[in-house]
């Protein structure tokens, strides 16, 4: 990995650059204010499938139906066909509901269409029940529709199936970075498609969402492991309050400024207990509304400046990582199915 001071790179793979008809927001001559990297895949790679699958409940503990299908989904997180990552986080959504939420990522899109059985049965008949709703929300983007950054070399999401990092990067720091960091961005507006809509079987009771092209999708997420004393306590009392309120923001009423659904989670551990990593992940109706609200809306402000005043205290010595994903699918590589979910889950917002 490149050290700062030496020359930097574009986030953009060199197999998946080509000549722009969109130019970058940022002149050549720019230079980063700091540090940040882009997860590089083997060129081999052209396809990943990103999974998450979701089980939600009202009572205290997790009824029988849950426990069984979490304890069958972790029978498939291994052995023949098993992702190339998978991580686990906890939230309670917008109507109160616990839910557990699993991510599973491969970088072979063949092998997960022979696991994905696995998640057929998740929104199957054996999970049909009054006390849970299950949900499997599904997209297979191509590596030129999504992006990924980073403070640190540590890796989360789909980037740890990557298995290595660019040097620093170009295409960052600034508004507008993650669609410079884009591939596809290159040549394309990704103007969004036709609203999703909702159809229902009779039979099975699930509900599949008919996609939109160019559904945008955020990953975005924190980790503070590392941290401690003064900044421990900068984080949690100062940033994370600011964060919470602006994830809170897009999930109650992000509707009106074009985000579906968002979800702000707990990664948990093998144990189910709490960690010290966050994240957030939202389905918007295009780049663009994400775009805006980043840049302008008054929750995201508050949450730049947050970040910023405590990036400014603690200097290089911040032990905070952060890091993104940046999804922007076409219509067919889409998949998203509820079974006894309310409706104000996921994508069933936007057909509501």
Same mark, same amino acid.
């Given at each position: ?56 409940? +009202? ?34 959504? !917008? ?48 590596? +030129? ?8 070399? +540590? ?12 040097? !620093? ?9 993650? +669609? ?8 394309d507006l990704l103007e969004p498609g036709t609203r999703p809509t909702a159809e229902t079987n009779s039979e099975t009771g699930v509900i599949t969402v008919r996609p939109q092209g160019n559904l945008c999708l955020i990953r975005s997420g924190q980790e503070w492991t590392e941290t401690a004393g003064d ?8 940033? !994370? ?91 067919? !590589? ?19």
């Amino acid at each position: 990995m490149k050290r700062r001071g030496d020359a930097v790179e574009s986030s953009i793979a060199e197999h998946l650059r080509v000549d722009r008809v969109h130019p970058r927001r940022t002149p050549d001559s720019f230079h980063p204010p700091y540090p940040s990297f882009s997860a590089r895949f083997d060129p081999a790679v052209d396809q990943v499938v990103m999974a998450y699958l979701g089980v939600q409940y +009202r009572t205290p503990e997790p009824p029988p139906v849950v426990v069984a299908a979490l304890a069958a989904l972790d029978s498939a997180r291994s052995g023949e066909h098993a992702p190339d990552h998978h991580d686990r986080a906890r939230f309670v959504d !917008e109507a109160g509901y616990t839910s557990v939420l699993t991510t599973f990522y491969w970088t072979d899109p063949a092998e997960h269409d022979r696991w994905a059985k696995a998640r057929e049965a998740w929104t199957g008949p054996q999970h049909r029940s009054p006390d849970a709703g299950f949900f499997s929300e599904v997209v297979r983007p191509t590596v +030129r529709r999504f992006e990924t950054l980073f403070s640190s070399d +540590r890796t989360e999401g789909v980037s740890v199936a990557a298995g290595k990092l660019s040097g !620093e990067i170009h295409e960052h720091g600034y508004w507008g970075g993650a +669609r410079d960091r884009l591939p596809i961005a290159q040549t394309d507006l990704l103007e969004p498609g036709t609203r999703p809509t909702a159809e229902t079987n009779s039979e099975t009771g699930v509900i599949t969402v008919r996609p939109q092209g160019n559904l945008c999708l955020i990953r975005s997420g924190q980790e503070w492991t590392e941290t401690a004393g003064d900044e421990r306590g900068m984080y949690l009392g100062d940033v !994370e309050p600011v964060l919470r309120a602006g994830m809170e923001f897009l999930r109650d009423d992000g509707l009106a400024i074009g985000c579906y659904a968002n979800r702000y989670v707990r990664v948990t551990d093998e144990t189910g207990a709490d960690t010290d990593k966050s994240y957030g992940m939202s389905w918007w109706h295009s780049l663009a509304d994400l775009e805006a609200w980043a840049e302008s809306h008054p929750t995201h402000v508050a949450i730049f400046r947050a970040a910023m005043k405590y990036l400014s205290a603690m200097g290089p010595a911040a032990r905070l990582r952060l890091y993104h994903e940046v999804t922007v699918t076409d219509a067919d !590589e889409q998949e998203f199915r509820y079974l006894g979910c309310h409706d104000r889950t996921g994508l069933l917002r936007a057909v509501r």
